[in-house]
């Protein structure tokens, strides 16, 4: 799987894609990521990404010609499954929407800066528009980032124990149960004595009750689908 980001800060994902499962996923050869600097593509001297807004107000916008130049340019050596743009008022990620994307072979992703880009980027070339959260962040990197590393963990062969990622929370609409490692005894607090019975099939329930309980408790929203059954 491939993703091509495009930014004006690119040196901002360098560091939080290349350690740890992304970094293997890479050198494994499952995840390729190519940044592509914005400014490569802005005309003169001072590579000028942003403008004035129409209209008036505080903030800069990000010009459309770059931001065009540098989508075409990509687009004229492969297809993406998406084009998608980081923005708050896009759709909210979560763990069906990562498994989706995980199945894609081509996605680009669009970091904004600034105010944002020129609405009519998103209308010509952009066919997704996610959110990380409600909250405004200053550039889409980050975003981009989390994307990346949400997604690319699901790619198969990723994860060491490929069936790890399937008892995470939210991949059956539940929260993960509590882990413990050792001592078995820590500070007073002993590690529930079923998880030191080697019974599998008891502990798996033991798992399965906590994840209901907790979900029930911390998380009603997602509570309601588990037993809505969607
Ligand atoms: N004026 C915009 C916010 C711009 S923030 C608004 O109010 O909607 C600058 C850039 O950061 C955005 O263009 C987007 O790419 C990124 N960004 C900010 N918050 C984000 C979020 N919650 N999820 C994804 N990207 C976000």
Redesign the pocket.
Known sequence: MRFDIISVLPELLESPLNHSIMKRAKDKGLLEVYLHNLRDYAPGKHRQVDDYQFGGGAGMVMKPEPISDCIEHLMAERSYDEII??????QRLDQALCNRLSMKQNLLVL???????DERIRQKYVTME????D??????EL?AAVLVDSVGRLIPGVLNDETSALFDSFQDNLLAPPVYTRPAVWEGMSVPEILLSGNDKLIDEWRHEQSLARTRERRPDIWEKYVGGD
Request: aromatic residues 12%; neutral net charge; hydrophobic residues 25%.
């Open positions: 743009y980081t923005s708050p008022d896009g970091c904004g800066h600034y105010k944002g880009v996610i959110s990380i959260g909250y405004v962040l200053s550039g889409g975003a």
